[in-house]
């Protein structure tokens, strides 16, 4: 029931009425009730016939449509509604009868009618009452449908709301012969943005990047919030791509300009990638594909720009498609296959131990190095699989060879981002090792340093773990994680290796040869296992030497060999 501040409410708003009724005389007497109602502010136009009306109500829709259910012998008033609706007319139908029927008004609420009225009990009394409730019901329907349809957050469009106004903007594109642009942008820096100072001024910030968008696009475009820091914007009736070029532009330079919320001062930028109706495609899955590989081409390159999709970016991501289901398909078969690289100590000439490194016996390409298949491993999810195959190949040659009489020594294996933040690997690693049989004190795993850097009690927390399992732990491509003295003496580690960086410069600059031989003499003093890494003359071995480090890894020694190989040049020394 409506209070007397609702009623209010809609009465003095001022709604379009249209009627439908080829009698009329009852069209006539339904006119007057409605002008003569008091309260009302109604503009009535009254028609003969569906057709007459429908170029009137598909430009200008009236709130509520009465409909006649006898409009001659070819169709009924649940028809018009019908036909209506499919035309996209949305108004409050109240279909209208001479006696009355409970199947004509079941069938006419199923069809979407608001109310149901019978002419020969017409009052204004009872007209009333059924304006008020099917505008109160109308009212209420729009806004449970604005709710439906908006980010509770920003206030945008939300993903159905989106897809919904896509599909009218290319109906006006293929009608008016013009172009459409789908623009989807997220945040450079978003996730920081919570971490330091809370969510509470990450949701405000979003919506201050919502009133960016607004204010730089047009009313006849969509701004929509997909969830987190994902935008998407559909620009619609365009000409040419220039004006498309120009929004974006203003969207990413607005967004990297730092803003100041309730005293935090924050700083994001944001990336966007774009393809265009009917340029690209004219199907709706791919334009989204498009402009998601775009934005993905934005955020290879730096971030903090926009891009328009261009076809080697398909070529490239079905590239990279047969990359990963190739990637699947070893992973399936074994095809990746540690190489082992000795370790050396030069003063006794004697092999310390070995590295494990990856190789992919690629069918078709052959023998590929790491670098053509790493990136894209981790990039899909799959450098996890891949890295256990590793380590359980290299425990299991280990085994192999101390059956076999050879003397133990340490096997390396380089440890994957994913790896150091899969909580499970530990328990994966005991299970290897009891599987292959190989004492945990002649596995050796190396982290690098930045990964080490990036949580640091996490880190000596995990190392730790590791520990207890009897495995050996190093510190790869030390020099270049900037950790500090005392983050340092945390980490439960025997071993240092310096980076390639240092070697190569070995002999250039006295400063860098200064600087490598202060991280051996720190290791040493720690009571560090230290290793130079990416050794390859002997110019550099001497150097190393002269600094009182010797043990090396690298080409100097020998190129990483498969196991029977390794075994051979193990015989010949």
Partial sequence: ???????????????????????????????????GLSGWKIDASVYDSPDNALPHLKESPPDVLFVDYLLGHEMTGIDVMERFQAEGINSAFILMTGHGSEKVAADALRTGAKDYLIKDTLTAENLDRSLRYVCERKKSDETIQGLALSDALTGLANRNAFNRRMDDALKVANREGTSVALMLMDLDKFKPINDTFGHLIGDEFLKLVA???????????????????????????????????????????????????????????????????????????????????????????????????????????????????DIKLALEQNDFLPYFQPQLDISKNQVIGVEALARWQHPERGLLMPAEFIEA????????????????????????????????????????????????????????????????QWLELEITENLMMEDVDRAVDWLQRLREVGVNLAVGNFGTGHSSLANLMKFPVQKLKIGRFFIDQLGDEKSDAAITDAMIKLGQCLDLEVIAEGVESQHQVDALAAMDCHKVQGFFCCKPMPADAFLAWMSDR
């Fill in 377 to 440: 491993a981790e990039t899909n999810g799959l450098i996890i699989e891949l890295s256990e195959q590793l380590i359980r190949e290299t425990c299991r040659q280990g085994k192999a060879w101390q059956s076999a009489g050879i003397a133990p020594f340490r096997m390396s294996v380089n440890i994957s981002p994913a790896q150091f933040k899969d909580e499970n690997f530990v328990a994966m690693l005991e299970a290897f090792l009891t599987e292959t049989g190989f004492d945990s």
């Fill in 211 to 325: 009133g960016v968008l607004n204010d730089t696009t047009r009313e006849i475009d969509t701004v929509a919030r997909f969830g987190g820091d994902e935008f998407a914007i559909i620009l619609t009736s365009l000409k040419d791509t220039e004006p498309v070029a120009h929004v974006a532009e203003r969207i990413v330079h607005s967004l990297s300009q730092p803003v100041t919320i309730d005293g935090c001062l924050i700083q994001a930028g944001a990336s966007a990638g774009i393809s265009l109706y009917p340029k690209d495609t004219t199907d709706v899955e791919e334009l989204f594909d498009y402009a998601d590989k775009a934005l993905y081409a934005v955020k290879e390159a730096g971030r903090n720009n926009f891009q328009f999709f261009d076809a080697g970016m398909n070529e490239k991501a079905n590239a990279e498609r047969v990359l990963e289901n």
């Fill in 1 to 35: 029931m409506l209070d007397s501040t609702d009623a209010a409410d809609i009465t003095d708003t001022p709604i379009n009425v249209a009627v439908i009724d080829d009698n009329r005389a009852d069209s006539r007497f339904l006119e007057r009730l409605l002008t």
